[in-house]
């Protein structure tokens, strides 16, 4: 099998997985075939933001930039921000393109260690030339019309192919995006990927879990969360907090798929089924999202009982937790009294509880949920339930 791997320099992510695809194709017994994109010539395509980063408001920017630095950390990768980023790398990408086989993966590792490691100016031309010229390259061959025009159509194809970002890994026409899912591609070619860490001691008294009922990876870590807890032997805090009220807060879209490209949607909802596969979980896209949770909240306030059971309610059997009668039958069903818990949602206190949540939240930094308080550490993401488990190790 060939896994196809669409990278641009530009990306700090796609530099992690470019030190990690060797080694995965090793175990797997697989070649891979690297094909350089022009990640802007993909945004373009899909008609997305040039840099998406710059729409993100300032907990998501300061999110994002912690995870880049945890994850080059565990991935043991040599990295530093370039105060530069983002470059513009047409230049280099096309003397990545006007090569072939090992010379390409020999450039394309010369060019990362330029942008990421040595923080370079890959836009000054007396930093690619002895660049090239070690690889066998001159600066001509950049401007060779024909390497211009191969870039530009592998960028349109891989568009073509759903391709929205990267690193995007491609097997047999199925796509993933991310680094942080080559486990999933190992995976789809046969492999056995270890994904979170063995248990150990640790020091750790609880952690705190952030979430909302509307968001289908709130429900994927909520599956987890109270295994990994309970298998590192540490207390379990559900803090329910209202997800809107967060976005409002921060400065982020109410829902933000909607704001996403076509290809980007329609990967997210395959994502979501990967994760629920991954985890061995039922799911099902609830048919009356995007939901208003706040009574689901405050009663998974007064009985955090409740939390698997509207879990399962909204993201495997579909019910509108809009409705508050159908959210009384679904706690009835589970064994709890529905009415009693649905009634005392109106008491100010708990309110105010469930308010006072999403505050601590936003106070955190946290940008989104799930998010998983270790310490005074913060992970987002029901995709970074591994580091939470690593954060444990103390």
């Given at each position: 099998?060939?896994?196809?791997?669409?990278?641009?320099?530009?990306?700090?992510?796609?530099?992690?997985?470019?030190?990690?695809?060797?080694?995965?194709?090793?175990?797997?017994?697989?070649?891979?075939?690297?094909?350089?994109?022009?990640?802007?010539?993909?945004?373009?395509?899909?008609?997305?933001?040039?840099?998406?980063?710059?729409?993100?408001?300032?907990?998501?920017?300061?999110?994002?930039?912690?995870?880049?630095?945890?994850?080059?950390?565990?991935?043991?990768?040599?990295?530093?921000?370039?105060?530069?980023?983002?470059?513009?790398?047409?230049?280099?990408?096309?003397?990545?393109?006007?090569?072939?086989?090992?010379?390409?993966?020999?450039?394309?590792?010369?060019?990362?260690?330029?942008?990421?490691?040595?923080?370079?100016?890959?836009?000054?031309?007396?930093?690619?030339?002895?660049?090239?010229?070690?690889?066998?390259?001159?600066?001509?061959?950049?401007?060779?019309?024909?390497?211009?025009?191969?870039?530009?159509?592998?960028?349109?194809?891989?568009?073509?192919?759903?391709?929205?970002?990267?690193?995007?890994?491609?097997?047999?026409?199925?796509?993933?995006?991310?680094?942080?899912?080559?486990?999933?591609?190992?995976?789809?070619?046969?492999?056995?990927?270890?994904?979170?860490?063995?248990?150990?001691?640790?020091?750790?008294?609880?952690?705190?879990?952030?979430?909302?009922?509307?968001?289908?990876?709130?429900?994927?870590?909520?599956?987890?969360?109270?295994?990994?807890?309970?298998?590192?032997?540490?207390?379990?805090?559900?803090?329910?907090?209202?997800?809107?009220?967060?976005?409002?807060?921060?400065?982020?879209?109410?829902?933000?798929?909607?704001?996403?490209?076509?290809?980007?949607?329609?990967?997210?909802?395959?994502?979501?089924?990967?994760?629920?596969?991954?985890?061995?979980?039922?799911?099902?896209?609830?048919?009356?999202?995007?939901?208003?949770?706040?009574?689901?909240?405050?009663?998974?306030?007064?009985?955090?009982?409740?939390?698997?059971?509207?879990?399962?309610?909204?993201?495997?059997?579909?019910?509108?937790?809009?409705?508050?009668?159908?959210?009384?039958?679904?706690?009835?069903?589970?064994?709890?009294?529905g009415n009693s818990l649905v009634s005392a949602t109106?008491?100010?206190?708990?309110?105010?509880?469930?308010?006072?949540?999403?505050?601590?939240?936003?106070?955190?930094?946290?940008?989104?949920?799930?998010?998983?308080?270790?310490?005074?550490?913060?992970?987002?993401?029901?995709?970074?339930?591994?580091?939470?488990?690593?954060?444990?190790?103390?």
């Amino acid at each position: 099998m060939t896994v196809r791997f669409y990278y641009d320099i530009v990306c700090p992510y796609a530099y992690i997985a470019s030190l990690r695809v060797e080694e995965m194709a090793a175990r797997t017994g697989t070649s891979i075939e690297w094909c350089p994109v022009l990640l802007g010539g993909l945004f373009r395509e899909h008609e997305t933001a040039d840099v998406p980063a710059s729409t993100y408001s300032p907990a998501k920017a300061a999110m994002g930039a912690t995870d880049l630095l945890r994850e080059a950390q565990a991935c043991s990768a040599p990295f530093l921000p370039n105060p530069r980023h983002p470059q513009r790398t047409v230049t280099a990408m096309r003397l990545i393109t006007a090569t072939q086989g090992q010379a390409r993966i020999s450039i394309t590792k010369a060019l990362y260690q330029a942008y990421w490691v040595d923080n370079s100016d890959i836009n000054d031309l007396d930093v690619l030339r002895p660049i090239a010229e070690s690889h066998g390259l001159s600066l001509a061959d950049a401007t060779r019309p024909e390497v211009k025009t191969r870039l530009r159509e592998n960028t349109a194809l891989a568009a073509q192919r759903g391709v929205f970002g990267v690193p995007t890994f491609e097997v047999d026409g199925t796509l993933w995006w991310g680094q942080d899912r080559m486990h999933l591609v190992e995976q789809a070619l046969g492999g056995d990927p270890i994904y979170l860490p063995s248990v150990q001691a640790t020091s750790v008294g609880h952690i705190k879990f952030f979430h909302d009922f509307s968001s289908p990876y709130s429900y994927l870590a909520a599956t987890q969360i109270r295994h990994l807890a309970t298998s590192w032997g540490v207390r379990l805090e559900w803090r329910p907090i209202l997800l809107g009220a967060l976005f409002r807060t921060i400065g982020t879209a109410n829902i933000p798929i909607f704001t996403f490209g076509e290809a980007r949607r329609a990967y997210t909802l395959r994502d979501l089924t990967d994760w629920a596969d991954w985890w061995n979980v039922p799911f099902h896209f609830n048919p009356h999202f995007p939901m208003r949770t706040v009574t689901a909240g405050r009663v998974a306030i007064l009985e955090p009982k409740t939390t698997p059971d509207i879990y399962k309610a909204a993201w495997v059997d579909g019910v509108d937790l809009n409705n508050d009668e159908a959210l009384v039958e679904v706690l009835n069903q589970a064994g709890h009294d529905g009415n009693s818990l649905v009634s005392a949602t109106q008491d100010p206190a708990i309110k105010a509880q469930l308010r006072g949540n999403t505050e601590a939240a936003a106070s955190a930094g946290a940008c989104g949920a799930p998010t998983i308080m270790v310490g005074n550490q913060i992970f987002w993401g029901q995709d970074r339930l591994n580091r939470v488990s690593e954060a444990l190790r103390v």
